[in-house]
Nanobody, 115 residues
């Protein structure tokens, strides 16, 4: 299974970006798709996740980020708005399932927010 993250870039504070995570196989209801980020010198943290129609967000991004997956799509999106310099990080997508033991990561895409 391969995950391809894309959409990162340089944006000014207050701006928006949309990240995409394309998966090489079908995403089933048993899979949790997550977006994580890792800033320089910090641990990787979970930003948002989605399983079926249930979404979850880190407190730091609630109200600014939206995770979504169109029905039956192999792509998971992370819409980011009102970006802040502290959102600067490499963003990774992950596909996991406690039922099957699946645990796959994408290569990461860099988001840089300038002040």
């Amino acid at each position: 299974v391969q995950l391809q993250a894309s959409g990162g870039g340089l944006v000014q504070a207050g701006g928006s970006l949309r990240l995409s995570c394309t998966v090489s196989r079908s995403i089933f209801s048993i899979h949790t798709m997550g977006w994580y980020r890792q800033a320089a010198g910090k641990q990787r943290e979970l930003v948002a996740s989605i399983q079926k129609d249930t979404t979850s967000y880190a407190d730091s991004v609630k109200g600014r980020f939206t995770i979504s997956r169109p029905y039956d799509s192999k792509v998971v999106y992370l819409e980011m708005s009102n970006l802040k310099p502290e959102d600067t990080a490499v963003y990774y997508c992950r596909m996991s399932s406690s039922d099957t033991g699946d645990d796959h990561w994408g290569q990461g895409t860099l988001v840089t927010v300038s002040s």
